[in-house]
């Protein structure tokens, strides 16, 4: 079996790859298994000079690994030179903190001494999508290694390029062997290598169903997991907010990466007191964004990543017009060679309809009218999803108050939702559990030990 690589901007195959063998994944888990052993004892202090490296590495072949990204699944060329560079942040971020984050933390208590301790647990195996083909394996893999574990990357399968481009910059580093590998391999391998004793744990970020069916095999084998799932992100749009502003970013947080993130916002839920005059500006604002050829610098929208991808966005556009909803711009696919969707406006739109509560993943926003900040957030909580939010208005006491009404991993106030390695990022219901990024995301995949030093202390 092969897998191939498709530049969804021409629908050409650019490159194929044969899928590892049964007897290629048993070597790969065995150097995995064996570099954790020397990996584990290295000094805080040798990890973050390698990890310094990689961040070095991929600032100086950031024109060429975002040339890579854009080729392969679609990204515009400014988009995917800032992926780069923030894989490079987050690389620092962990080589400047890990030491902070890791260091054992002593409790009062009747021993003469006890503490907590973090300890590296094993075998990390990440599953991890196309649409952030490098931020998200480094949102994961920088932690995870800084704290003493080794990799296995089980990449999306149209992203082997990629996956293989990683793997290179750890190598090109200095890092040992075995300690980050990249695994070409199907979804239907998955399983066998949860299910391996040398894996102590796995993370995946993608669709529910992939959540669900990594879940139910990690979960049979008593593997711990962390799932950054799905979202369908209100934007929620108050009447004492600034509208302009909040148009202009709507329209960004919706299309960029062409829609395709599990944080773009998605709902675009606002006061019926301000909804008149938001439309009109949101759809002057998508209307005006620069579709094209993803190597373009003008262009703001690229292609979807796949053709069944457009597809399914597709069906959920007129599955929601047959419902009663309108097409304020867009609404159709473009007449060009490319997976290419015009970026979309959808009014009238109901909880019933799929475009409110399907996750859609693509340049597709639903405008829902609510009659009051109250029922704003009763709207945005009407999901069975909860990664991020935003929250639009003028009076921040107000907006803080809200945002604990908000049922979501995160809540930005008069911003667009991002992640960043200082936060932990995460959801919560159908969106996933666990904690990436921050102190929160290093401590994911590691022993939080109680060591108990006795005697008992004197009285």
Not at 292 to 298: E, K, L, N, Q, V
């Amino acid at each position: 079996m092969t897998m191939h690589s498709v530049n969804p901007a021409t629908e050409e195959v650019v490159a194929t790859f044969p899928e590892l063998s049964p007897q290629e994944i048993e070597h790969a888990l065995a150097e995995a298994a064996a570099a954790f052993q020397t990996w584990r004892q290295t000094t805080l202090r040798e990890r973050s000079g390698l990890m310094r490296a990689v961040a070095s590495y991929l600032r100086q072949q950031k024109a060429t690994l975002a040339q890579l990204i854009t080729m392969e699944m679609g990204k515009p060329i400014l988009e995917a030179e800032a992926e780069v560079e923030k894989c490079a942040w987050n690389c620092d971020f962990y080589a400047d903190n890990a030491r902070r984050f890791l260091a054992s933390k002593r409790v009062l208590t009747n021993a003469q001494t006890s503490y907590i301790a973090f300890d590296p647990i094993g075998v990390v195996l990440a599953v991890m999508p196309w649409n952030f083909p490098f931020w998200q394996v480094f949102r994961f893999a920088a932690p995870a290694l800084m704290a003493g574990n080794t990799c296995l990357l089980k990449h999306a399968s149209n992203v082997p390029q990629c996956s293989l481009a990683i793997a290179g910059a750890f190598r090109a580093a200095g890092f040992p062997s075995g300690v980050f590998q990249s695994l070409l391999i199907p979804s239907s391998a998955v399983e066998g290598i949860i299910r391996d004793s040398r894996v102590q744990a796995v993370t995946l970020t993608g669709s529910e169903l992939a959540g669900s069916k990594v879940a139910e095999a990690s979960g049979r084998n008593l593997k711990k997991t962390v799932m950054e799932l799905g979202g369908s992100d209100p934007f929620i749009i108050l009447a004492d907010a600034n509208l302009e502003l909040a148009a202009q970013i709507g329209a960004r947080a919706r299309n960029q990466n062409a829609g395709q993130s599990c944080i773009a916002a998605k709902r675009f839920i606002v006061a019926e007191e301000a909804a008149d005059r938001f439309q009109r500006l949101f759809v002057e604002a998508v209307a005006g964004l620069r579709v094209g050829d993803p190597t373009d610098r003008a262009t703001q929208v690229g292609p979807l990543a796949r053709g069944d991808l457009r597809d399914s966005l597709e069906l959920q556009v007129q599955q929601s017009l047959a419902l009663g909803a309108s097409v304020a711009t867009g609404g159709h696919r473009l007449e060009r060679r490319g997976y290419f969707y015009a970026p979309t406006v959808i009014t009238g739109v109901t909880p019933a309809m799929p475009v409110f509560c399907e996750e859609t993943f693509g340049p597709v926003a639903a405008v829902i009218r609510a009659r009051h900040a109250d029922d704003a957030v009763r709207l945005a909580n009407t999901s069975e999803f909860g990664l991020g939010a935003s929250l639009w208005t003028a009076d921040l006491e107000r907006g803080k108050a809200l945002a604990r009404e908000i049922q979501a991993g995160s809540v930005f106030i008069n911003g667009m939702v991002a992640s960043d390695p200082r936060l932990p990022f995460g959801g919560v219901k159908r969106s996933g559990y666990g904690r990436e990024l921050s102190e929160f995301g290093i401590r994911e995949f590691v022993n939080i030990k109680t060591v108990w030093v006795g005697p008992q202390a004197a009285v």
